[in-house]
């Protein structure tokens, strides 16, 4: 069956420093990926869908890679700043032509000032 | 648009009692979906709908579980008898393309 893994470890850096969060995947090929941020009692929020056939996204201080053949995705924050901090999810497609989607645990990132 | 509405927000029921949670979903979405999440497990994917209709409810832990979506801008997830291991939040989406909106979520404590 599918399946994902986040690092399960919270991540600490300090603010300004680039954050890199990993995504990695066995047992299937997801035509795309998306990351999800999350925030304490809040639910996720959608941040960022990379294809497939595209290696890399960015958006704003966000960027997002997609290793088809290493089956995993890493998820960059530049200039990280104490606001970026909270749990970021990765979901992927089920190959089902459905909207359906599998969450990874997430990784909550804490940056310090 | 207000975004995927969901209540009650938090509660606290005992053992055996009939739970109801309800969701609005964000109008012109044709898929909800309902999930359940907890430190131990994650997001789980509990009853997926398309155009009102269930599609896939493999989700869903046990006959005590069962949702309805009567039209597309209300649906239902109704637990009955409430354990205390269905503690957890229960966050409904609904979803545009590929993407999905979640609701802020319904916090089940049940003693």
């Known amino acids: 069956s599918q399946k994902i893994e986040q690092n399960s470890e919270a991540l600490n850096i300090q603010e300004g420093k680039t954050a890199t969060l990993t995504c990695n995947y066995t047992?299937?090929?997801?035509?795309?990926l998306q990351w999800y941020r999350q925030d304490p009692g809040r639910g996720p929020v959608f941040l960022l869908l990379?294809?497939?056939?595209?290696k890399e996204k960015r958006k704003e201080r966000l960027k997002v890679t997609f290793d088809t053949t290493l089956k995993q995705s890493l998820f960059h924050i530049t200039a990280s700043q104490p606001a970026d901090s909270a749990t970021y999810l990765c979901?992927?497609?089920?190959?089902?032509?459905?909207?359906?989607?599998?969450f990874g645990t997430g990784t909550r990132l804490q940056v310090f000032p | 648009d207000a975004g995927v509405i969901q209540s009650p927000r938090h509660e606290v029921t005992e053992m055996g009692q009939e739970v109801t949670l309800r969701c609005k979903p964000i109008?012109?979405?044709?898929?909800l979906f309902w999930y359940r999440q907890t430190m131990m497990r994650g997001l789980e994917l509990l009853i997926y709908?398309?155009?009102?209709?269930?599609?896939?409810d493999s989700g869903m832990p046990e006959d005590r579980f069962s949702a309805k979506m009567p039209n597309a801008s209300f649906s239902t997830l109704k637990i009955q008898p409430s354990e205390p291991r269905d503690s957890a939040v229960y966050f409904c989406?609904?979803?545009?393309?590929?993407?999905?909106?979640f609701g802020p979520g319904t916090r089940l404590l049940v003693l």
């Open positions: 979901a992927l497609d089920m190959v089902d032509n459905t909207d359906k989607l599998i």
């Open positions: 709908f398309n155009n009102n209709v269930p599609i896939d």
């Open positions: 047992n299937y090929s997801p035509a795309y």
């Open positions: 989406a609904s979803s545009f393309l590929e993407t999905q909106y």
């Open positions: 990379i294809r497939e056939n595209e």
């Open positions: 109008s012109g979405h044709n898929s």
